[in-house]
């Protein structure tokens, strides 16, 4: 039998490797140049992307954190959620989507999802606007931009704030303008082990918005404020800090950022790898009984982050039997996501129906995500492409 095929690798280059070597022999590990440099090269990439300082926006500014859940707390954090107000999100994500707004004591508020793309529904997110609601959360699902176009305008028109969970989407664009860039409050990327692009742990805040990015820059590390630090730099000395408020140690250090800065340069590379093996993925299962995923509109980008294959009620096998059957022949799969309306705890504390997310729901029970990372090679997809050939022919 052949060795097991994992559901996801991260593709380590020797430049990571002695970047890291050369932060360890620096002598500085925490936080420091190489984490600078790594904000600075995102930020670049971001605004020389589509909708960017061009259009005459405010630049992109990024901050680097210890992972986007921390940067997801800092951005809500930033924009003032805080106890009694209400926070739309997903059902259909990961548990960090809504834990950071119970960090901050509000709620989140559960809608239902669109059957093709599997992203938020923007006419439930409508429905779901009460006199508490103080801002969206869309994430871009498996590297799929959300709807933002009417996500944005019903924030507008509202009066509520977007921060995006972009934790699939580095690089992903939609309508020609890059997930970071568009015009929302706060985009916030992953760097875990298993996403686009990685630093083990870690994560990236992105903003337009100057005031926001000060915020979460001092709540970053502790609420100590550099500016009054920087003001007194020239009169007090270097031990000189001051403490505005109880803040976080959500910082990332320099041996991640020495990683990160070299596999930013590669983002589109692993990209277009991804894509090339969806591409292949989708002509071998075109006829099979699944629901492929759905790709970009035109003047988009699909980061593909995550191949998700539905079984569609043709199929006779359940999802479980399914995924036996791929581990049967050594192949790696997962599932994105058990919804949170099914997780105990989000269930409980809100009351959530499994009848009130049928879309999520279906799709949690038929769906497979399937090994895609930018490392397999063509053996190994041909691999996968047999396993499910065979499983559901
Ligand atoms: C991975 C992920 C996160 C959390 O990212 P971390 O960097 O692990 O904190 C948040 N939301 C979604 C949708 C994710 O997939």
Redesign the pocket.
């Known amino acids: 039998m052949q060795p097991f095929l994992p559901f996801a690798l991260p593709e380590i280059g020797e430049e990571e490797i002695q970047e890291v070597a050369n932060c360890l022999r620096s002598g500085w590990l925490t936080t420091g140049p190489k984490t600078r440099q790594f904000e600075t090269d995102f930020e670049a990439m971001l605004n020389a992307a589509g909708g960017g300082v061009a259009q005459g926006n405010q630049p992109v500014q990024a901050i680097a954190v210890n ?6 707390h800092l951005a809500l954090e930033a924009i003032g959620i805080g106890p009694g107000d209400e926070v739309i999100v997903p059902t259909h ?2 548990t ?2 809504a834990e950071v707004v119970r960090y901050l004591g509000a709620d989140p508020v559960f809608v239902d999802v669109l059957p093709g793309s599997l992203n938020i529904n923007p006419a439930l997110v409508r429905a779901a606007i009460t006199s508490r609601t103080k801002a969206i959360m869309p ?1 871009h ?1 498996a590297g799929l931009a959300a709807d933002m176009a009417e996500i944005i305008a019903i924030a507008k028109q509202h009066g509520l704030k977007v921060v995006e ?1 972009a ?2 989407a580095l690089p992903c664009t939609v309508n020609g303008i890059a997930v970071g860039n568009l015009q929302t409050d706060a985009a ?1 990327f ?3 082990a298993n ?1 686009t692009i990685t630093t083990g ?3 990236m805040v992105v903003s337009r918005n100057p005031e926001l990015i000060k915020r979460c820059k001092t709540m970053r590390l502790h609420g100590i404020n550099r500016d009054v630090f920087d003001r007194f730099t020239s009169k007090a000395p270097s031990w000189y800090y001051e403490v505005v408020a109880p803040g976080f140690k959500y910082n990332l250090t320099d041996l991640a950022s020495a990683i990160g800065i070299h596999q930013l340069k590669k983002a589109e590379l692993f990209r277009a790898k991804r894509q090339a093996i969806v591409d292949q993925y989708n002509a071998a299962f075109e006829n099979l009984p699944v629901i492929l995923p759905q790709g970009a509109v035109a003047d988009g980008l699909h980061s593909w ?1 995550l191949y998700v294959l539905r079984l569609s009620d043709a199929c006779l096998l359940s999802r479980d039997q399914f995924v036996e059957a791929l581990y049967a022949q050594g192949i790696g799969c997962s599932v ?2 058990i919804p949170l309306h099914l997780q105990p705890y989000w269930q409980d504390t809100y009351k959530l129906s499994k009848n009130s997310f049928p879309v999520s729901q279906k799709a949690y029970e038929r769906m497979v995500s399937i090994p895609l990372y930018s490392k397999m090679t063509q053996a190994e997809v041909d691999r996968v492409v047999s396993a499910v050939q065979q499983t559901l022919a």
Not at 67 to 72: D, I, V, Y
């Open positions: 992972s986007a859940t921390a940067g997801l994500t990961f960090a989507t994430v699902f969970d934790a699939h916030v992953s760097f875990y996403k742990e870690g994560g982050h994105h996501y």
